[in-house]
């Protein structure tokens, strides 16, 4: 049986910001803990996803420049249970180095991070599977790790566009396997938070 079906689901209204860190050595212990990192590039919308899903408006920070958010954010919801923003890609005007030690800790986190039980990929639907996406899948692949792929900004599309782009997308990702899931999300119609929140809940409840 499921956690979610043998367990009340997490309450997401009680994340609140419980640190930032630049390398794998600043994060959280990861004894006990569990987490599900958020990642995409820097216009997918990860800041406003994670705002719709813990109904607040200003725990992930948003910008009109992608790209600024430049550590991993921690969001407990309960003790050891967090939602992790990882640094965006793509474009952040930011120098080069920068992006470089960037992408060396987000690999490292991804590899090493032994509470991390599945990363939620975001992708704007209008332009998925771009290169930095398939890299992200290439890496949960052999290492087994639940990926969860979230369609962003569905409003932009008609309700007809944006089924197709699904059915498209779950098409592509097909050769994954079921390790892979892809829903259609849109923060500002607040679309499809339910199902996010179940999947969400499947990797982190546990024994909490």
């Known amino acids: 049986m499921s956690p979610t079906a043998?367990?009340?689901?997490?309450?997401?209204?009680?994340?609140?910001?419980?640190?930032?860190?630049?390398?794998l050595a600043q994060c959280p212990a990861p004894e006990q803990a569990r987490?599900?990192?958020?990642?995409?590039?820097?216009?997918?919308?990860?800041?406003?996803?994670?705002?719709?899903?813990?109904?607040?408006?200003?725990?992930a920070r948003t910008s009109k420049t992608p790209g600024r958010t430049q550590l991993m954010n921690f969001f407990e919801i309960i003790?050891?249970?967090?939602?992790?923003?990882?640094?965006?890609?793509g474009y952040a005007?930011?120098?080069?180095?920068?992006?470089?030690?960037?992408?060396?800790?987000?690999?490292?986190?991804?590899?090493?991070?032994?509470?991390?039980?599945?990363?939620?990929?975001?992708?704007?639907?209008r332009?998925?599977?771009?290169d930095f996406d398939l890299m992200v899948m290439d890496w949960a692949q052999p290492s087994r790790m639940p990926l969860h792929v979230l369609?962003?900004?569905?409003?932009?599309l008609t309700y007809g566009a944006a089924r197709s782009a699904l059915l498209g997308v779950q098409k592509q990702l097909a050769v994954y396997g079921g390790s892979v899931s892809v829903?259609?999300?849109?923060?500002?119609?607040?679309?499809?938070?339910?199902?996010?929140?179940?999947k969400l809940d499947e990797w982190l409840v546990g024994d909490a």
């Open 151 to 156: 369609l962003t900004k569905a409003d932009k």
């Open 79 to 89: 003790p050891h249970r967090y939602l992790v923003d990882l640094p965006g890609f």
């Open 35 to 59: 987490e599900v990192a958020f990642v995409g590039r820097s216009n997918a919308g990860k800041s406003s996803a994670i705002n719709v899903l813990a109904g607040q408006t200003r725990l």
């Open 127 to 130: 332009h998925p599977c771009k």
């Open 183 to 198: 829903q259609l999300f849109s923060s500002l119609k607040r679309e499809g938070v339910d199902e996010l929140r179940l």
């Open 6 to 23: 043998s367990r009340p689901g997490l309450d997401y209204h009680q994340s609140h910001y419980f640190i930032s860190a630049s390398t």
């Open 93 to 125: 005007k930011v120098p080069d180095a920068v992006k470089v030690q960037w992408q060396k800790q987000l690999e490292r986190y991804l590899q090493e991070r032994e509470s991390l039980q599945g990363l939620v990929l975001l992708m704007d639907i």
